[in-house]
DNA sequence: AAATACTAAATCGTATACGAACTGTAGGAG
DNA sequence: CTCCTACAGTTCGTATACGATTTAGTATTT
């Protein structure tokens, strides 16, 4: 040891960090095959930490794994990515609903915030940071969900879409508009203590029309 | 090799069936210690693979792990226990609606047979069959679940109480009754071709009635 | 030319060994 | 009596080595 690095956690923990980090930012894209001796390589470890990691991101459904012929990113084909955003929409929807009694006027107020310079973006054309403020926007919704495995599988949710979000994922012009608006209607249910019910409809709703939105604009057919 | 075993699956596939067995049914129970060395020696392997087989064990959340101290069986408090049932009313009520329109005849007699076996139970006073039947039930109405990720999630939030589930999670005589009639009424739904909104619904709160009885007859508070 | 059998390279799977970190206990100082 | 320190035992963490499996390429046969 040279320097007094103070990494925290064990070398498999930081394989597991690292390699969830470059699947999420495109380093390795879907069907991309991770090879444990080369991937041990790159990180300056040997390989059982980076087997171990590879089986937590099997457990999440991030990388798909055959016996004896090794871990792929795992691929999402349409199918596949139509399935994702729909359990997400119902799993965000349960999400909102549960935070709502817990918002407070500040965090309506960073919301608003939020969604205000969501709407620069469409007049400046930023599809990239538009992108971005969205899920903050939806995270400011989220973090006072009481229920944290609720939680847990929103952010697990998002992490399997990481990797095709950057490259596939873009927002569709009239559609942004709309959902600037819908945020706005969101927030004022909210804000009005509205059956935690109709909150949940109100931000699933939000949800699927945005990947209807998506589907309609890439030509996917939907069933 | 004395025997030519035909066990499919290596050897940390098979590590990871079995303590996730043995968390199931009991065998090891909350809080247990789990150390590998024990293990790999009851399972007749090194720890390499049963190191494996307890990180993707983490990932599902049914043991949690401590760097350099080991890991134990996921202990479920009253708190964690509420909220992984809270989750699994909102899975499984997204389940059953995204099942009820491809829910064909049969399948509704099938879940009629076991709900009359389950009525049954009441009068011979069979909780545990009971219980048993009532998953079976329920799986009836998912197992035409169109989306893989949702069937999924029902499974592992299960799997998370499978442990406790066995000790002490008892059927209320008294909502027991009640929830026969209840699935009477699901099914009454499911075969009219109600909306998919109202047969979420009621599953949902079929789920979340069970639950507050068991909460009320518990003794627990319930904010 | 197509299909099959064989060989070699690549890669995974796991046992073993040793080092690092944590835990609990015994002994001594205050 | 309490607190701190030293030490030993336990358990985890990972590197390395070697066997097992798959894959791909080549040669041979029909």
Redesign the pocket.
């Known amino acids: 040891m040279t320097e007094a690095e103070t990494v925290t956690g064990?070398?498999?923990?930081?394989a597991y960090i690292s390699l969830k980090g470059q699947i999420a930012d495109g380093t390795y894209s879907p069907g991309y095959?991770?090879?444990?001796?080369?991937i041990?390589e790159d990180l300056?470890?040997?390989?059982?930490?980076v087997?171990?990691a590879i089986r937590r991101l099997e457990a999440e459904g991030l990388v798909s794994?055959?016996?004896?012929?090794?871990?792929t990113v795992a691929g999402i084909d349409p199918t596949e990515y139509l399935y994702t955003m729909q359990t997400l929409s119902i799993i965000e929807g349960a999400a909102t609903a549960l935070s709502s009694p817990l918002i407070g006027p500040e965090d309506i107020i960073r919301a608003r915030a939020i969604n205000a310079q969501m709407r620069e973006c469409l007049q400046h054309f930023d599809p990239v940071r538009f992108t971005r403020l969205n899920q903050d926007f939806h995270n400011v919704l989220y973090e006072n969900c009481p229920n944290p495995h609720i939680l847990d599988l929103v952010h697990r949710g998002w992490a399997r879409l990481a990797s095709v979000r950057s490259s596939t994922f873009r927002f569709v012009p009239g559609r942004a508009r709309e959902s600037v608006e819908e945020h706005e209607e969101l927030l004022h249910l909210i804000e009005s203590r509205a059956d935690a019910d109709e909150v949940e409809r109100a931000a699933r709703l939000h949800r699927s029309a945005t990947l209807d939105a998506y589907l309609a604009h890439t030509g996917t057919d939907h069933s």
């Open positions: 064990s070398k498999s923990e930081r095959r991770l090879v444990l001796s080369k041990a300056g470890v040997s390989v059982v930490p087997r171990e794994f055959q016996r004896n012929v090794g871990a």
